[in-house]
């Protein structure tokens, strides 16, 4: 695939990054690896394993190829994606799309056969590394639906004994029942999100003079391409998208359970790696109010989806002001049928299989923490 006609606005050659991987779940963390990618370049290439490579490899995904295809393409550093990538980075691959060099975090990744699946652009010098970004991982997020755990929530001061709606409350009891300890399925991490991270993830721009304000609100919980459809739909309403995060215990209130699987800090990230997404107000209330629709800026439609809504705690349409100002829309897109209950139901319904892959990965992880001590304590000895 040539690119010599192309060029950036210096006129040199863009540098092409290829980034590769499953993103299954892709959360920010996954989000935090491709802005890193994309700031070593000038176009990112991001490379999606299918379900049959994923699962010969490394265990089975929660989210179906096709899903996780489009989340990857959802976030706002990916320039293009290539479905059905090799699990096995190869040099084929990178010369096919023009790859300058490509980009991993700073652990080793490993194949069925215990392989570095990036030995080979290794060896040729077309390899670079980013940070990790610690306390988020598929692996621990599973973990947290396996243990139904409420640890990882941002405490506050707002509780609720009500059950997990569209969920069997007795399937999800018996989670924490299995045989494995605690520690192999998850060690419950605790993200916390600086000012940094908030504006690396930012877009950092403003609506301008004439453009049309559109506020949406939720708990954008496992950030899924049901929530990408629905930022899609809502932003043909206007110009500036402007999206309400509920905080966690507002969540919990309404929804109760363990919900919201990931904190408000999380979820906020997620909404914000999103190329559809403008602003985010972090903890908006859960009813929409004459603040929301004015104080941060003037609001000019409120959009919600084609779904039954709960009442707020006080029992009262959370939608009412600005269904009194004639702003209020619903939309339907193509993935109402994907929720973040859908989601733990996938889990729950195959508890089992989950519990051994955690097993599995966790054993994996351990190998692959070896062999990169052992390349370091190489590379260490080699610069003496």
Same mark, same amino acid.
């Given at each position: ?6 060029? !950036?606005? %210096? ?57 996780? $295809? ?8 990916? %320039? ?19 790859? %300058? ?25 077309? $390899? ?55 520690? *192999? ?8 999100? !600086? ?15 004439? %453009?049309?304000?559109? $506020? ?72 929409? !109010? ?6 941060? $800026? ?66 994996? *992880? ?19």
């Amino acid at each position: 695939m040539a690119q010599d006609k192309v060029t !950036t606005k %210096d006129g040199r050659k863009p540098i092409r990054v290829w980034v590769d991987g499953c993103f299954d779940m892709m959360h920010f963390g996954h989000a935090n690896a491709l802005r890193q990618a994309r700031a070593m370049g000038d176009y990112l290439i991001v490379g999606v394993h299918s379900d049959e490579e994923v699962e010969r490899n490394k265990g089975p995904c929660v989210m179906k190829e096709d899903e996780r $295809y489009a989340a990857v393409a959802a976030c706002k550093w990916a %320039d293009e994606v290539v479905k059905d990538a090799p699990y096995v980075t190869t040099m084929e691959t990178l010369d096919k799309y023009d790859i %300058d060099f490509v980009v991993h975090g700073d652990d080793i990744t490993t194949a069925a056969d215990g392989t570095d699946c990036y030995q080979h652009v290794k060896d040729a010098g077309r $390899y670079k590394e980013c940070k990790r970004t610690v306390g988020i991982s598929t692996t621990e997020l599973v973990g947290r639906m396996l243990l139904v755990t409420r640890d990882h929530h941002i405490r506050g001061s707002r509780t609720s004994g009500s059950p997990m709606q569209g969920v069997d409350e007795a399937a999800v009891a018996n989670f924490s029942q299995g045989s494995m300890p605690a520690g *192999a399925l998850t060690g419950i991490a605790h993200y916390l999100s !600086t000012s940094k991270k908030i504006i690396q993830f930012s877009s950092g721009h403003e609506p301008q003079a004439g %453009d049309r304000v559109v $506020y949406v609100d939720g708990a954008f919980d496992l950030f899924h391409t049901g929530h990408i459809e629905f930022f899609k739909r809502a932003r043909e309403f206007g110009d500036y998208l402007l999206v309400g995060v509920h905080d966690d215990q507002t969540v919990n209130a309404i929804k109760g359970g363990n919900f919201p699987v990931m904190n408000l800090q999380e979820r906020v990230l997620g909404a914000l790696q999103c190329r559809y997404v403008d602003e985010v107000i972090i903890g908006a209330p859960y009813s929409v !109010t004459k603040d929301v629709l004015e104080d941060v $800026y003037h609001v000019d439609a409120v959009v919600h989806g084609a779904s039954d809504q709960p009442l707020d705690i006080d029992g009262k349409d959370p939608y009412e002001l600005p269904k009194q100002r004639g702003i209020y829309h619903e939309v339907e897109h193509p993935r109402l049928d994907l929720t973040t209950t859908v989601i733990i139901e996938r889990i729950i319904a195959n508890r089992q299989v989950y519990i051994e892959r955690q097993a599995r990965k966790a054993k994996k *992880a351990v190998s692959e923490a070896e062999q990169e001590q052992r390349e370091k304590e190489v590379r260490a000895a080699l610069h003496m």
